[in-house]
């Protein structure tokens, strides 16, 4: 099993060192690229971003960048979905299908255990070829039949 450690990115410093992850072909169709993944943040601060650096936890290599929204209140905006939405996962394109995905998830659900009524973690993708949607059905995500954005939300029940 990979391990990671996330580092949460704090200052501009922090932020720097994310910039360089690249997107694997085709890839995006489903992603933007980091600076524009940032922008959204601090343009949608209502839905609580927590952002991390994805390191790999034995080498210490940056692997990727993942966000969620952390705990946005009640009662939550209609275009929004939550409290906790994993809003982005990426791992560079040089370190995909060694199992960084699903170790950043792996992290997630461990942060969230801490949360207070983190019960649920949603996400959504685009359904299409190179879509993420098999990797995170085969991690336990299920589909819940609403579409935001174009996309399906995903459901992965933290109470079992």
Not at 71 to 92: A, H, Q, R, S
Not at 113 to 124: E, F, H, I, N, Q
Request: proline share 5%; charged share 25%; glycine share 10%.
């Amino acid at each position: 099993m990979t391990r990671v450690r996330l580092r949460e990115l704090v200052t501009e410093e922090d932020r720097a060192t994310v910039l360089g992850l690249r997107l694997g072909p085709g890839q995006d169709r489903y992603l933007n690229t980091i600076e524009s993944i940032l922008l959204e943040a601090e343009e949608e601060r209502r839905a609580m971003p927590r952002q991390w650096a994805v390191h790999d936890a034995g080498s210490g290599a940056l692997v990727g960048f993942t966000m969620i929204s952390d705990n946005i209140p009640e009662p939550i905006d209609d275009d929004l979905v939550g409290p906790y939405f994993l809003w982005k996962l990426f791992v560079d394109k040089d370190h995909q299908r060694r199992g960084y995905g699903s170790g950043t998830i792996d992290e997630l659900v461990a942060y969230l255990a801490t949360r207070p009524g983190a019960d649920v973690l949603y996400t959504s993708c685009a359904d299409g070829p190179g879509s993420p949607r098999d990797f995170y059905l085969r991690y336990g995500f299920t589909d819940t039949g609403r579409v935001m954005w174009g996309e399906n939300v995903l459901a992965l029940d933290l109470t079992a």
